[in-house]
């Protein structure tokens, strides 16, 4: 029998967690009875109200610890804090049979990711990850367009400034980050600026051409006098990454300090045509009348606007998605589950283990199972200290290849 609302936790209340309150609160399937954040400024009432208009704590529990959290009686968990602070709290709350939302990047360490999985497989739950742009009515339209065309390339050029992530609802400066809170300026907090905003172009491009083999990286390394506050992450990062099906993605990104300006290019080329994203959006350009012409071919006769519905929120859109699926116990709702965002989770990960082996390929499945790559799957502190790829400034050699090889394929 479904109930009559799902009643969500969410822990995390900053940049994002409030977005996800704000969806939640407009969303009548759903209901939000608590809240977790472990600074109380993060948990006032005003605040939320900022996020989400008529938001009350009349009937909400608020804690600033998890093992409260729990007690709240809850169907389904938000897990929306920084990638780097995850405790095993997202595998206990799916061994307690919640239903999870997941905030992308879900970890930095590919250990702490793949026991996540395991634990959601063994318990049956419904889980995702926050890959919203899926839902989003022009990448949905550029997938169906696509859909059964062979693909050759796809290409995501995206400059950034470095002081873009500039809401501060964490207290870094208290948890040794970054005296100014901008976390995702910084390699040990993000990742990396493909791990921690990469991952979502990666991952529409998966949406459209399928799951990632392998990666290649380089990355531009930030001069040590270009460091200021705590943003220490590469000034530029060059990432290619092979499709199983052939196809080859790259994804060329900037993070520049005191430019304050950002811009990008996409396109999408099968064996026939290539599609770009305009400003008004998605258009493909193509030839589709005689071959070969009995004449000149007119450009204007190569431009086809894709027909997309209007784009909407697509972090509404997400929530109400998961909260359907939850509520009825089934997952083919939902644009992509936790393990089928895994192909995602690894192609990232797997760049920054590329760029520290000088730009080696790095095969996904052996990077999920190879023991030769065990030292950079690691979380520090479990067992062999983690190989941590922010040490750009010099490279670390990769332990010697076994004799027995492992080619199991990533989670899908």
Same mark, same amino acid.
């Given at each position: 029998?479904?109930?009559?609302?799902?009643?969500?936790?969410?822990?995390?209340?900053?940049?994002?967690?409030?977005?996800?309150?704000?969806?939640?609160?407009?969303?009548?399937?759903?209901?939000?009875?608590?809240?977790?954040?472990?600074?109380?400024?993060?948990?006032?009432?005003?605040?939320?109200?900022?996020?989400?208009?008529?938001?009350?704590?009349?009937?909400?529990?608020?804690?600033?610890?998890?093992?409260? =959290?729990?007690?709240?009686?809850?169907?389904?968990?938000?897990?929306?804090?920084?990638?780097?602070?995850?405790?095993?709290?997202?595998?206990?709350?799916?061994?307690?049979?919640?239903?999870?939302?997941?905030?992308?990047?879900?970890?930095?360490?590919?250990?702490?990711?793949?026991?996540?999985?395991?634990?959601?497989?063994?318990?049956?739950?419904?889980?995702?990850?926050?890959?919203?742009?899926?839902?989003?009515?022009?990448?949905?339209?550029?997938?169906?367009?696509?859909?059964?065309?062979?693909?050759?390339?796809?290409?995501?050029?995206?400059?950034?400034?470095?002081?873009?992530?500039?809401?501060?609802?964490?207290?870094?400066?208290?948890?040794?980050?970054?005296?100014?809170?901008?976390?995702?300026?910084?390699?040990?907090?993000?990742?990396?600026?493909?791990?921690?905003?990469?991952?979502?172009?990666?991952?529409?491009?998966?949406?459209?051409?399928?799951?990632?083999?392998?990666?290649?990286?380089?990355?531009?390394?930030?001069?040590?006098?270009?460091?200021?506050?705590?943003?220490?992450?590469?000034?530029?990062?060059?990432?290619?990454?092979?499709?199983?099906?052939?196809?080859?993605?790259?994804?060329?990104?900037?993070?520049?300090?005191?430019?304050?300006?950002?811009?990008?290019?996409?396109?999408?080329?099968?064996?026939?045509?290539?599609?770009?994203?305009?400003?008004?959006?998605?258009?493909?350009?193509?030839?589709?009348?005689?071959?070969?012409?009995?004449?000149?071919?007119?450009?204007?006769?190569?431009?086809?606007?894709?027909?997309?519905?209007?784009?909407?929120?697509?972090?509404?859109?997400?929530?109400?998605?998961?909260?359907?699926?939850?509520?009825?116990?089934?997952?083919?709702?939902?644009?992509?589950?936790?393990?089928?965002?895994?192909?995602?989770?690894?192609?990232? =990960?797997?760049?920054?283990?590329?760029?520290?082996?000088?730009?080696?390929?790095?095969?996904?499945?052996?990077?999920?199972?190879?023991?030769?790559?065990?030292?950079?799957?690691?979380?520090?502190?479990?067992?062999?200290?983690?190989?941590?790829?922010?040490?750009?400034?010099?490279?670390?050699?990769?332990?010697?290849?076994?004799?027995?090889?492992?080619?199991?394929?990533?989670?899908?």
């Amino acid at each position: 029998m479904v109930a009559a609302k799902l009643r969500v936790g969410i822990v995390g209340l900053g940049q994002r967690g409030l977005q996800h309150l704000g969806a939640l609160h407009r969303i009548s399937e759903a209901q939000v009875v608590a809240l977790c954040d472990p600074f109380p400024e993060n948990l006032a009432e005003e605040k939320l109200r900022r996020f989400a208009a008529g938001f009350s704590l009349s009937r909400v529990r608020t804690c600033n610890r998890f093992e409260q =959290l729990l007690e709240a009686g809850l169907d389904a968990v938000y897990f929306c804090i920084p990638p780097g602070r995850h405790q095993g709290e997202l595998v206990r709350a799916a061994e307690g049979g919640l239903h999870i939302f997941a905030e992308k990047p879900v970890s930095l360490f590919l250990d702490e990711a793949l026991e996540m999985e395991r634990a959601i497989q063994r318990a049956g739950v419904v889980a995702t990850v926050g890959f919203q742009q899926r839902h989003d009515a022009w990448h949905l339209a550029i997938r169906d367009f696509l859909r059964g065309k062979r693909l050759v390339m796809l290409t995501q050029v995206t400059n950034g400034a470095l002081e873009s992530h500039s809401v501060k609802h964490t207290r870094t400066e208290e948890l040794g980050g970054p005296a100014n809170r901008v976390w995702a300026a910084n390699f040990a907090w993000s990742g990396s600026t493909v791990v921690e905003a990469g991952i979502h172009p990666l991952d529409l491009m998966r949406f459209w051409g399928g799951e990632v083999a392998w990666v290649r990286a380089t990355y531009v390394p930030r001069a040590p006098e270009d460091i200021v506050d705590g943003g220490d992450n590469p000034c530029g990062y060059a990432v290619t990454f092979g499709f199983e099906s052939g196809a080859v993605a790259t994804l060329s990104l900037t993070r520049l300090r005191q430019t304050f300006w950002g811009d990008g290019y996409q396109d999408i080329s099968w064996d026939h045509g290539h599609l770009k994203i305009e400003a008004e959006g998605p258009v493909a350009y193509y030839y589709d009348g005689p071959y070969p012409p009995p004449g000149r071919v007119e450009a204007a006769a190569l431009r086809h606007p894709l027909q997309t519905g209007p784009r909407g929120d697509s972090t509404l859109a997400i929530g109400q998605a998961f909260v359907e699926a939850a509520r009825a116990g089934d997952t083919s709702r939902l644009l992509n589950t936790f393990s089928s965002s895994m192909n995602s989770h690894s192609a990232v =990960l797997g760049a920054n283990v590329s760029d520290q082996l000088g730009g080696e390929k790095v095969e996904l499945g052996e990077l999920i199972n190879h023991p030769k790559y065990a030292p950079y799957r690691k979380k520090p502190g479990e067992g062999r200290t983690a190989v941590r790829p922010y040490l750009h400034l010099r490279r670390a050699s990769c332990p010697p290849t076994p004799s027995t090889t492992s080619t199991t394929r990533p989670g899908t």
